[in-house]
């Protein structure tokens, strides 16, 4: 089967490390199901494998690709009672877990210390003409729901659905501030925002990004810079912003503890530019801030993001699609930092 996969991992040029060819297909054991991907959406995750960043061991060749739609093509031997029918159209819920230790029988699946995504050995990554998925990662997908918008949600939509409505707990009325503008998580952030009644308020590093957060829905996008602490806590009536979501990491953890207000949270989902900015402990503590920590979210959170397409509510932000077979051009326009939301790779 065509796959698209890291070759080599690390060094100074992690897109050399990528290639596209023909990797063999798999046959699904008992509790998993092949299906064939028909659309599967790029993540900074991916760009991450290349470079040797990892929750995992790595050992190329690694097929990348977090997130995928399909149609399920075959089960492994056992009980497939309640699951989606053979040929039926599905989309991935992305967080695969052990099933068996301490946190997983108390459903704690953040806990589980051999949680995975797709593309973390052992198990493979969606860009691929096949993939195998256990058959608990399963969700059927309603017919008004496209493959290409639903491969869209398994890791940027829940993502930032986790940090909004999840680790942030916000409420209609609230305020929020966003740290990036163009990416997959932060446009996945802005327009779930809108659908639930924030204010969201957006940072990004470039013009034309910061209007594409104002065509989204932010009430106001800024540079990133110290003047935009102070902008936002005029804005919110000399108290600062109920929650921020960080994911850009050093070059704007600085303006993300002095934007939110005393008793709110910075949730943390990513560190693009860096994981080790000054802490600025007294700020944290004085402040009484919570820094809470969000990977991915949980498979209700996936449920309620396909309502969301299904009811015409939420359609997923696509800057650009590509053929299985071009995946070098679109890691390339995310590596330059020039994504307008998802990057899609149809199969
Ligand atoms: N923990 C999790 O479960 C999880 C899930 C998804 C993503 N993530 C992480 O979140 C981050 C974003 O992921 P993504 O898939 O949305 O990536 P992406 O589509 O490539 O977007 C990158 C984002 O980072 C911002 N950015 C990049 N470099 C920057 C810089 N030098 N200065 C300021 N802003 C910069 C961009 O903002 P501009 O608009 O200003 O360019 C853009 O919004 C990645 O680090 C990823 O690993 C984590
Ligand atoms: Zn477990």
Not at 129 to 141: D, H, K, S
Not at 206 to 211: L, T
Request: net charge neutral; with cysteine.
């Amino acid at each position: 089967m065509l796959a698209v996969y890291a070759a080599k991992i690390g060094g100074d040029h992690p897109l050399a490390n990528l290639e596209v060819g023909e990797q063999p297909r798999p046959e699904p054991p008992p509790g998993w199901a092949l299906v064939r991907v028909q659309a599967t959406s790029l993540n900074h995750h991916d760009i991450w494998t290349l470079r040797g960043v990892s929750g995992a061991p790595l050992t190329p060749p690694v097929i990348l690709g977090c997130d995928a739609a399909g149609e399920v093509t075959a089960y492994g031997d056992g009980d497939t009672a309640g699951l989606p029918p053979v040929g039926s159209r599905v989309v991935l819920y992305p967080v695969v877990t052990c099933g068996r230790c301490a946190a997983c029988r108390r459903d704690q699946w953040e806990a589980c210390r051999s949680g995975r995504v797709f593309s973390e050995p052992p198990l493979a990554g969606t860009f691929a003409e096949y993939v195998l998925v256990p058959a608990g990662n399963l969700l059927a997908l309603p017919e008004a729901v496209g493959l290409v918008e639903a491969s869209c949600l398994p890791t940027a939509y829940l993502t930032a659905y986790h940090m909004l409505f999840g680790r942030a707990g916000l409420r209609p009325g609230d305020t929020v501030l966003v740290q990036g503008a163009s990416g997959g998580v932060a446009t996945a952030a802005i327009l779930l925002g809108r659908i639930g009644g924030l204010t969201v308020y957006v940072t990004s590093r470039d013009e034309a990004k910061r209007q594409l957060a104002l065509d989204l829905g932010a009430e106001a996008a800024f540079p990133q810079d110290r003047e935009t602490a102070r902008a936002l806590i005029g804005l919110t009536g000399g108290v600062g912003v109920d929650a921020v979501l960080e994911t850009v990491g050093e070059a704007t953890w600085d303006l993300s503890l002095r934007a939110v207000r005393g008793g709110g949270t910075v949730v943390v989902s990513g560190a693009t530019t860096g994981d080790n900015p000054p802490a600025q402990l007294r700020r944290v503590f004085f402040r009484r801030l919570t820094i809470a920590g969000s990977t991915m979210g949980t498979r209700g959170e996936l449920a309620s993001l396909v309502a969301l397409c299904e009811t015409g509510a939420l359609r997923p932000l696509v800057g650009a699609r590509f053929p299985l077979r071009e995946a070098p051009a679109a890691f390339a326009q995310m590596a330059r930092g020039e994504t307008r939301g998802k990057l899609v790779l149809e199969v």
